[in-house]
């Protein structure tokens, strides 16, 4: 099992970016993706998960309207769009799969395999 997160860089405050995670090794119709975001001396943060199955996405409050999340299941590759981005959206961000429940969760410790993150850096 493996993820690769690409797409990060930097962006000014306003700006868009789609983040995506290509999964590798399994298939993403059998495990719940999340995308989490980790910034320096800061808790990991969950931002958005899809469910396995049924497709069905979450979307923190924090980036509620701003932020969707989608998934490309002939590509097997997982995206986050992100709009209207903010200084504060500056991370890390890291996705990650999980195979045992069904409905996905912004619980970091309910993810098994982690992709390497990709630098999300929001400046003017």
């Known amino acids: 099992v493996q993820l690769q997160a690409s797409g990060g860089g930097l962006v000014q405050p306003g700006g868009s970016l789609k983040l995506s995670c290509a999964a590798s090794?399994?298939?993403?119709?059998?495990?719940?993706i999340g995308w989490f975001r980790q910034s320096p001396g800061k808790k990991r943060e969950g931002v958005s998960c899809?469910?396995?199955?049924?497709?069905?996405?979450y979307v923190a409050d924090s980036v509620k309207g701003r932020f969707t999340i989608s998934s490309d299941k002939a590509k097997n590759t997982v995206y986050l769009q992100m709009n209207s981005l903010k200084p504060n959206d500056t991370a890390v961000y890291y996705c990650?799969?999980?195979?045992?429940?069904?409905?996905?969760?912004?619980?970091?410790?309910?993810?098994?395999?982690w992709g390497q993150g990709t630098q999300v850096t929001v400046s003017s």
């Open positions: 090794g399994f298939s993403i119709d059998y495990y719940t």
């Open positions: 899809i469910n396995r199955g049924d497709g069905i996405t």
């Open positions: 990650a799969a999980d195979a045992t429940y069904y409905f996905c969760s912004t619980y970091e410790y309910d993810y098994d395999y």
